[in-house]
């Protein structure tokens, strides 16, 4: 036992023996080591013996009698109240009705009711001013983006066709506030893909809102396209497979695919045997001559001709260009699919200030006027990034007859004064007309960590 933090008062006479009082305890002094009987209700006494203050260890200490008790102080955690006999203000426990006074012994009552004219309640400090932009803030950077409020998840709101995608698909909460038209089209090989689960809920999906938007053709004559917008993972290229064989059902044997490179010519083999159209034969135009396509030498009738954006504007040394070709072989009423994969290589088609327009631009737009009937696939992740790039979907049905702009040029300054709010809008505006779907792959969970690779003197020339 140890001495107090403070020296206790000296007591008059010893504490009594145990036993005399009762309820004492027996105890041993930490100066002279003698029996000490201390008194009941006693935690500081002096030693008779050597004259040391000392105190009751903790664990002998007894609380007082409640009944006992005078009351000392307010307790924030009680009513206090006035006794109505002898005044005295008494800490009252919340709940607590009826009780006596310890002062004068009176039997008490609580009136709810009148508790607020003797002591009202104290007026509470006005709230503090909250700045919700700050506390959005906070929050983005602390949990590194707020992708719960940018991204859903997405699953097709009125189709249940196929099994589910492999991967997590998200949208983005824009979009996904929009829904898209009711599906009317009933597509051929709903039972082959069924059976095969060669595309997922969302892929077929697409094929069903791209052969509805085909069916429809925009005021100046030419036949409505549709913009794939999917990011990487969603499978674009099978999608476009499984348009190109639901169109060769339907008796359209000829199809035109151009993208950004000849090697994707396997890719698109290999989409087209998933989809279960292995009779459909995919020829590079590169590897063919500049002579008519159809004809005995060539020998092309039918199948996909598979071509790059390079290879659109080329020609050859006599003058005759690839796009005459083209054209050519599709015929003035063709009605099969002309896809745009990777459509962004058009993109330079409406030049800014000081440069001109690409010539891959200018010959996009025009085989897509030569070819009024084609239905057109747009395909690209970054198609509408920017409202410049957008010049050369005219088969969007955004600008011309029939709509608030009469030329791209009044349709691109609109959205240039309405930054990106007014591409969103846009892109809204598609989705509800059924001729836009744009899905990515979710990064949930994904980690990435930044690894700086110092250069050594020999890696710089």
């Not at 009780?99 to 004068?104: E, K």
């Not at 959005?136 to 859903?152: H, K, L, N, P």
């Not at 599906?183 to 069924?194: G, H, R």
Request: glycine share 10%; proline share 8%.
């Amino acid at each position: 036992m140890g001495q107090p933090s403070m020296p206790p008062p000296v007591l008059g006479p010893p504490p009594p023996a145990a036993g005399e009082g009762g309820g004492g305890c027996q105890v041993r002094c930490a100066g002279c080591r003698m029996i000490l009987a201390v008194g009941p209700g006693l935690t500081e006494f002096v030693c008779p013996t050597c004259q040391l203050p000392q105190m009751l260890p903790p664990e002998l200490m007894r609380p007082p009698p409640h009944r006992t008790a005078p009351a000392h102080g307010i307790d924030p955690t009680k009513i206090q109240l006035p006794c109505a006999h002898c005044k005295a203000i008494l800490n009252v426990p919340h709940g607590l009705s009826r009780f006596s006074c310890p002062q004068c012994g009176v039997d008490l009552a609580v009136d709810v009711s009148k508790l607020k004219h003797f002591f009202p309640l104290p007026s509470l400090p006005p709230p503090e001013e909250v700045n919700e932009v700050a506390i959005e803030v906070e929050r983005e950077e602390d949990e590194g983006g707020m992708v719960g409020e940018t991204f859903t998840d997405y699953r097709p709101p009125k189709l249940s066709i196929g099994p589910p995608h492999p991967d997590p698909i998200v949208e983005t909460s824009s979009l996904s506030a929009v829904q898209p038209p009711e599906p009317t089209y009933d597509l051929k090989i709903t039972d082959e893909l069924e059976s095969l689960k060669a595309l997922s809920c969302l892929q077929i999906e697409t094929l069903v809102y791209a052969c509805q938007r085909h069916l429809q053709h925009l005021q100046n004559g030419s036949r409505a396209g549709f913009f794939i917008g999917d990011g990487a993972g969603v499978g674009k290229g099978r999608t476009i497979a499984g348009l190109i064989w639901e169109n060769w059902h339907h008796g359209r044997r000829k199809a035109l695919w151009i993208s950004v490179g000849s090697d994707l010519k396997f890719d698109a083999r290999r989409d087209l045997d998933d989809v279960n159209a292995t009779c459909i034969e995919v020829h590079a135009l590169n590897k063919l001559p500049y002579s008519k396509l159809d004809s005995k030498s060539v020998g092309v009738r039918e199948g996909v001709v598979f071509l790059t954006y390079s290879s659109l504007i080329a020609s050859s040394e006599k003058g005759r260009s690839r796009l005459q070709q083209i054209v050519q072989w599709c015929g003035s009423e063709y009605d099969g699919l002309l896809v745009f994969d990777e459509c962004h290589k058009a993109k330079n088609l409406v030049h800014e200030a000081g440069s001109q327009s690409t010539r891959t631009g200018e010959v996009v737009l025009e085989i897509q006027a030569r070819l009024p009937e084609a239905r057109v696939i747009y395909c690209s992740a970054t198609g509408a990034s920017e409202p410049r790039n957008m010049g050369y979907m005219v088969r969007l049905g955004l600008w011309g007859a029939g709509t608030c702009f009469s030329n791209f040029h009044e349709f691109l300054g609109a959205l240039e004064k309405g930054g990106v709010g007014a591409l969103e809008l846009v892109a809204m505006d598609m989705k509800a007309r059924g001729m836009y779907v744009c899905r990515t792959l979710s990064y949930q969970g994904v980690e990435f960590e930044i690894v700086e690779a110092p250069l050594e003197a020999k890696m710089m020339v």
